[in-house]
């Protein structure tokens, strides 16, 4: 999930391939949404899910394709300018993405676990504190 992410921000940011990275996002949804059977893997998909929606619909602004670029009325012209060229928000957003951090998509559970090994030994941090210089 987040490597898809990453990987589609990269994409869209160097090269302005915009429509392959659109569809490297999709397709990992439906590989995840297929092969998320347990409650881990299901809140991991929705993390992923939730995670990468406003990039989902910035690729696909740029990319001309889906609701967000329709060119329809007098409202269209406009919209059908700005196809395929990043503002700054739309800039930010995928260097965000590029750099979107492992922890966002975790579960709970997993979330639970690293912050317990994170956390040292009671008899370690007294130890620790208990030194004198």
Known sequence: GLAAVQRAAAMAADAGAYAEALELLR????????????????????????????????????????????????AGGKKSKRRG????????LLFQKRNANINDFYSGEKKRDIVTKRKADKALTDMYYSYRF
């Open 85 to 92: 060229k990043k503002d700054d928000a739309t800039a930010k």
């Open 27 to 74: 397709g990992t949804r439906r590989l995840l949404l297929r092969g998320a059977h347990d409650d881990t893997q299901q809140e991991e998909m929705g993390n992923f899910v939730q995670r990468s929606e406003d990039l989902d619909s910035a690729l696909r602004r740029l990319a001309g394709t889906g609701a967000a670029s329709s060119s329809s009325g007098a």
